[in-house]
């Protein structure tokens, strides 16, 4: 009896660990020139041979395609390789039409693996472009991808009541911005809106309004964490 004992418990704990979910592995890739253009790209790549890694991959590659050259609906262009060779060609086009302006175009990506769970994987993408301007433009985003599907969440699939989502953030916002009665200076006299996407980290849900979404600094980032802690009844996954 002891030995049925023992192998049934060697049994269920062996089988909940062949079970359990690992977290997807991926390692860094990198596009880089110091030509007539200046480009340092970095972004986790999942190595894994499967669907979900794959789309997670071309999903991220995507995004860092748009950011790089970013023609609104029109926009077809889906591999980096492709977005840099059509940004270098009109980095040239401009220098053989303006000679006299000697910066060169630049495009920085920094993209960093910043949570994982058996649900979502959250990265996080710092881009910058500069095709010539006073100042170059700079962005930060977070893209939420599904681990069953290897597709990128919105908002509205990650929190269970819009509404009420918003109100909470609304509330960690007032605490952060305490010197203001309203949000007029910072988001330029709007209602209070949600920014466009959110992050996970170990401690909570990233809050982050660009520095273009302020009119009182234009270098300024409101940035804050919401503990899980206060969103149990706001998340559907985590």
């Not at 704990?13 to 990198?30: A, V």
């Not at 301007?133 to 908002?155: D, Q, R, S």
């Not at 466009?196 to 520095?211: H, K, P, R, S």
Request: hydrophobic share 40%; proline share 3%.
């Amino acid at each position: 009896m002891k030995k049925t004992t023992l192998f049934l418990i060697f049994f269920i704990t062996f089988f909940s660990c062949e079970n359990e979910e690992k977290p997807l592995i991926f390692s860094e890739t990198n596009f880089a020139s110091e030509e007539a253009t200046i480009i340092d790209i970095n972004i986790p790549k999942f190595d894994e041979n499967s669907k979900v890694s794959k789309l997670i991959n071309e999903g991220i590659e995507h995004f860092v395609a748009r950011s790089i050259n970013d023609y609104g609906d029109d926009f077809k262009i889906k591999s980096i390789e492709e977005a840099l060779n059509t940004f270098s060609k009109e980095n040239k086009a401009f220098n053989e039409e303006f000679p006299d302006v000697l910066q060169p175009w630049e495009v920085l990506v920094d993209g960093e693996v910043i949570y994982q769970s058996s649900e979502i994987v959250s990265i996080a993408i710092n881009t910058y472009t500069n095709t010539g301007g006073a100042h170059g433009n700079n962005n930060i985003y977070f893209l939420n991808f599904n681990t069953l599907n290897g597709l990128v969440f919105k908002i509205e699939d990650l929190v269970v009541n819009n509404d009420s989502f918003h109100s909470l953030v609304k509330r960690h916002f007032r605490r952060v911005i305490k010197d203001v009665d309203n949000y007029e200076g910072f988001l330029f006299g709007d209602e209070f809106y949600l920014p466009a996407t959110i992050g996970f980290n170990d401690d909570g849900v990233i809050i982050l309004y660009q520095a273009f979404a302020s009119a009182k600094s234009l270098n300024e980032i409101v940035e804050f964490t919401i503990p899980y802690e206060e969103l149990n009844d706001h998340l559907k996954v985590h």
